[in-house]
Every structure is written in structure tokens, then in C-alpha cells.
């Protein structure tokens, strides 16, 4: 396939590919069967959506995409149990991780207790102190006085630290989505869609849907019993913001969870989510884009460089005060959070540039890097050269290290080989992120053999990223209008970008630097319509310069267009991505 508009290389050095001939004929059939608009019909065909299926997917629903809790392997055993531990009164401890994943789906389980009127006692483990996931001293303490603990988004590689609970007497349920192992440990549950013994599990959801899934179980067996629950729906908040913020795919049930989700949001009715949108500055209708990059990095913001409880004490308060006295903390821990991370990630794209870039591993270590900000900065790594990335920071001799992975490599996998070999102390996660920790004298031989197994995966062969395209527009057809009707087709995130557009041989009529790397342009065809865009980081890269000194150069520009809210008023603006000379 041809590059797209002719741009091989762009300003930021990327080949522009548009929709293939096959999606170009799917949209034209979508849009002759259902007379909605090309650009949205587009969209529809790369997602590979059929005429007969377009309206369930513009108005996806549970009931239709929900997946049956009891296919889930121990699910049934896990609803046992808590149900007893509700009928009997025991004491339950709800053990978490310390991200939003964690704290959104402990939320979950906090309130379904609430509403029958038991407070469960909440333990997030500290980043630093003591590592991600159950400990064998944490479980064995809270085994001493309670009969029931339940792991969220951790446990299934957890042996030792709950066979030491289950000797102290306490039963342990397991609700996760990291990927198992070839064993698994002797827990009352696991419950896990990405266990190795299930096939057909839906193993793209995050904890937050697992543990909605026990909760859909659990108001099945109560409604059988006649006995009532809670209004799972107006939990949907939750799973909505773990979903997006733990980066899952917004793809089959999922995509219901956070329409749905966002709609519950936008009613304001948990405090906890109030003050969040309200320190986050969001005065407009939630998107799943603000769940991902202003909510979930201030839920985050505690277990990173704070106090690990911070963001499940937020959402699971009912007193605004509260609410609002601990949001404001963790919106300081976030700038404070963001600093940390510049530093870091200035330290860590040297340190990579000086071993290469094009490598099959982009990886950096040292000495006193926050462990709270690696997995960010593995993330902006991997961004920059579309490569997977690990980074590490070290205290004294021991090493904890944060990855993220690119499309096709799974990084998840390789880590654990490490571990199962030896190479690291103990590591593990999913596909496109994962967490180890190593020594010192490790640090070198691991990274090699990471290296060589993620080139047999392809890593090594990857070139700069494309940028995908869906079609053209010109600045008069990015209308308001168009854009709600897009967003129909969201929400959009991982496994579902948001669809991109491309402005061909634009005039610049307006360039100016903003903020210290921003950049904000006008633009328009020379037929009297101008669209407004901004281009966040463009001075990062040649974009921003470029552009500003245009000198009366055309250019074909591409980006995503949105609504942009501002004194009242809606009207469409591009955040503009990348350009091209035309």
C-alpha cells in the first residue's frame, strides 16, 4: 500500500498510511446501508463492524455484552465464600494494589459491603516499602483477625505470602487479571481470565471488571434468595476509570463499561469522583480521555510517591470533605509527581541514546531513580522510539524496574521467563506492561536475554511508528455536529484509537508558541473556514518549530478532532499530531 497524501516521512519522521482498499469499501457499503456520515463509517469498517451490527455498536449495552460470570473459572467457589463471610458477619479484608486498577476495584468491594451495612478493612501495600502485590508479613497479620482476604488486581503469582495467610487461618480469594502462571497458588479462588487452565475467558478485562463480574454473581444468587443488593449500575464509575487508566482494551464489554461508566460520572454523585473532576479542572461532560491523563494520574499520584491508600480512601468516601481535603492532596502529589518524572526521563533517553535506540530493547538504570515514576517513563521511552522499554532504579543493590511493550511483543511473557529462569528476582504482568525486580549483578545479564527474546518476537524489526489515518477532511466539514457523532463510536483508547484525519494542503495562519512545548495554529483552505488546533509537545520534537516558522509553506496536517469548551461556548479544534509539507 501507497503512503497517504505521498507522505513518507513526515515532520516527526512517520509514513502516513491510510485505510486499506478493503475498509474503503466496507465504508462506502456502511455508509450507503445506513446513511450515516463517511468519516464515521470509516471508523466503523476498520473496527470491522458490519451493516446488520452498526446499531449495536453505536449503543453497545451490558446485556448484550456482559460476560457470564460463572464461565470464569472459581467464580462460582468465590461467591460462595463471600457470601458466607456477609451471612456469617466475618471480618474481611480487602487487600489492593496500589494503582488506580487497585483502587477502583477495591471501591467496588467496599461498597457492595457497605450496603449491607459492614465495613471491610482496606490494606494497599507501600511501593517502596514493601513491593507490588501481597507480602508475607502484611497477609499473616491480617489473617490474625480476619477469616476472609481478598486480593484485587494481585495475588496470582503470590505463593508464599498467602499460603503464610491460609496457614494463619484465613481463607483467601483471588480477583485478577495478570497473567498465571503454569500453577497457581492454594487459594480458596482464583479468579483470573487470564489463568493458563481458561480458554474463552475475556482476558482483556482489568480487575475492576473481574471484581464486577463476583459482584453481577453475587446479585444473582441474592436476587434467587430474594434478598436485595446494591445498584451495580451506579458502580459502573468505577470500572469506567480503572478500565481507561489501567489501559485495558476498549474493546467488548469494556466499551459498555465505560459508555455507561462516564454517563454515571457525569451525574456527580460519589464525592470522591467530584472532587477529582473538580481539582482536575473538568467542567465539562467526562470522556474517557479525561479518565486516562487527568483523573487516573491523580488517583495514581498517592501510590507512586504518597501514601498508597490515598486514591481508594478518595472514591470510597461518602463525606465531601474528605473528598475534597484528600483529592487536593493528591493533585499536589501529582505536580509534584510530574517533576520527579522530567528528571527521571531526561536521565533515562540519554542513558538509552548512548546504547541505541534501535535496538529490540530500549532500557536505562541507576541509582536513586523514585520507583513510583519508572513505569511512566518506560511508557514515554517506548512512545519515542516504538520500542519496548524497560527502566530501573536502584537502591543500594536492589533494582525495581517497570516495562512497557508495542503491539505484536509480549513483554509480559518474556519477563516471567526471566524469573522462571532465574535471571531477576521476581517479575511479571501482561503483554504491554510488566514490574520486576532484580539485583544488582543481574541488571546486565538480564537485560540481554530480555533483549534477545523480545527479537525473537520481531522487536528488533520494528521501524518508527506509522501514523494511521482514517480519511480526509477539510476545515469546514469538522463540525461539532461530526464529532458527537464519532464519538458514538468510542469510546476510544487502547485497541480503539480515536479516529485520525488528515487536513491536506492547508494555509498556517496562525502560529504561536504556548506554554513552554505547546504549540497553537489556525489554519484554513482558502475558502473562508479556519479550524483552530492545538499541538501539545511540539517543541519537543521539529513540529513545533516547523511550524511556527512556516514562512507561507502549505502543509497537509493530521490529527484528532474534538470539542473544545471554552467561555460557554462548543466549537472543533484539531489536536494537531503531525505534518507534512504538501
Not at 538 to 559: I, K, N, S, V, Y
Amino acid at each position: 500500500m501507497g503512503s497517504f497524501l505521498g507522505v513518507d516521512s513526515s515532520i516527526t519522521g512517520r509514513r502516513w498510511i491510510g485505510p486499506s482498499t478493503e475498509v474503503s469499501r466496507q465504508a462506502e457499503a456502511l455508509e450507503q446501508h445506513t446513511g450515516l456520515p463517511g468519516p464515521l463509517c470509516t471508523v466503523l469498517a476498520r473496527r470491522g463492524v458490519a451493516p446488520e451490527e452498526t446499531a449495536g455498536f453505536l449503543d453497545p449495552t451490558l446485556r448484550d455484552l456482559l460476560p457470564d460470570p460463572r464461565k470464569l473459572k472459581d467464580m462460582e467457589t468465590a461467591a460462595t465464600r463471600v457470601l458466607r463471610a456477609l451471612d456469617r458477619n466475618e471480618r474481611v479484608a480487602v487487600f489492593a494494589d496500589y494503582d488506580v486498577d487497585g483502587a477502583t476495584s477495591a471501591t467496588l468491594l467496599i461498597d457492595w459491603f457497605r450496603f449491607f451495612g459492614r465495613e471491610v478493612t482496606l490494606y494497599i501495600p507501600d511501593r517502596i516499602d514493601e513491593g507490588y502485590g501481597p507480602n508475607v508479613p502484611a497477609m499473616q497479620d491480617l489473617a490474625r483477625d480476619h477469616s476472609l482476604i481478598i486480593c484485587v488486581d494481585c495475588g496470582t503469582p503470590s505463593f508464599e505470602p498467602i499460603a503464610a495467610a491460609c496457614a494463619a487461618g484465613a481463607d483467601v480469594v483471588v480477583l485478577d487479571h495478570h497473567l498465571g502462571g503454569e500453577t497457581l497458588p492454594e487459594a480458596t479462588a482464583v479468579v483470573n481470565p487470564n489463568r493458563q487452565d481458561e480458554a474463552d475467558a475475556p482476558g482483556y478485562l482489568c480487575a475492576a471488571g473481574v471484581v464486577f463480574l463476583l459482584l453481577v454473581e453475587l446479585g444473582r444468587r441474592l436476587r434467587e434468595a430474594g434478598r436485595g443488593g446494591p445498584d451495580l449500575i451506579s458502580m459502573l464509575d468505577l470500572v469506567a476509570l480503572g478500565t481507561v487508566a489501567d489501559v485495558a482494551p476498549l474493546t467488548d464489554a469494556n466499551r459498555a463499561f465505560v459508555r455507561q461508566g462516564l454517563k454515571i460520572m457525569a451525574r456527580r454523585a460519589r464525592p470522591g469522583m467530584v472532587a477529582l473532576a473538580d481539582v482536575a479542572g473538568l467542567n465539562e461532560a467526562p470522556r474517557a480521555y479525561h479518565l486516562g491523563y487527568l483523573m487516573g494520574p491523580r488517583v495514581n499520584a498517592g501510590g507512586r510517591i504518597g501514601k498508597a491508600d490515598l486514591g481508594a480512601r478518595l472514591l470510597s468516601t461518602t463525606d465531601m470533605n474528605e473528598a475534597r481535603a484528600i483529592a487536593e492532596k493528591l493533585n499536589e502529589l501529582n505536580a509534584e509527581r510530574r517533576e520527579i518524572e522530567a528528571r527521571v526521563q531526561d536521565a533515562a533517553m540519554a542513558q538509552a541514546e548512548e546504547r541505541g535506540l534501535d535496538a529490540p530493547l530500549v532500557w536505562a538504570a541507576s541509582d536513586g531513580w523514585h520507583p513510583g515514576v519508572v513505569g511512566i517513563v518506560a511508557s514515554r521511552l517506548k512512545e519515542a522510539t516504538n520500542r519496548p522499554a524497560i527502566v530501573i532504579g536502584f537502591d543500594g543493590d536492589d533494582g525495581k524496574g517497570s516495562g512497557r511493550s508495542v503491539t505484536g511483543i509480549d513483554l509480559g511473557a518474556a519477563i516471567q521467563r526471566l524469573a522462571a529462569d532465574g535471571l531477576i528476582e521476581k517479575g511479571g504482568g501482561h503483554k504491554m506492561a510488566a514490574g520486576l525486580s532484580l539485583t544488582r549483578d543481574q541488571l546486565q545479564p538480564a537485560m540481554e536475554q530480555l533483549s534477545t527474546l523480545l527479537a525473537k518476537q520481531g522487536a528488533g524489526e520494528l521501524g518508527a511508528a506509522d501514523l494511521k489515518i482514517d480519511g480526509l477532511l477539510m476545515p469546514s466539514g469538522a463540525t461539532v455536529d461530526l464529532i458527537e457523532k464519532l464519538e458514538d463510536a468510542g469510546p476510544f483508547g487502547a485497541s480503539a484509537p480515536a479516529p485520525r484525519f488528515a487536513f491536506p494542503d492547508v494555509q498556517i495562519l496562525f502560529a504561536k508558541r504556548v506554554g513552554q512545548n505547546h504549540l497553537k495554529v489556525s489554519f484554513g483552505d482558502g475558502m473562508g473556514t479556519r479550524l483552530d488546533a492545538i499541538a501539545f509537545g511540539a517543541f519537543d520534537g521539529p513540529l513545533g518549530t516547523t511550524l511556527e516558522q512556516h514562512a507561507g509553506q502549505r502543509f497537509h496536517l493530521a490529527g484528532r478532532i474534538e470539542i473544545n469548551q471554552w467561555q460557554g461556548r462548543s466549537s472543533a479544534q484539531l489536536r494537531l499530531e503531525d505534518a507534512a509539507k504538501a
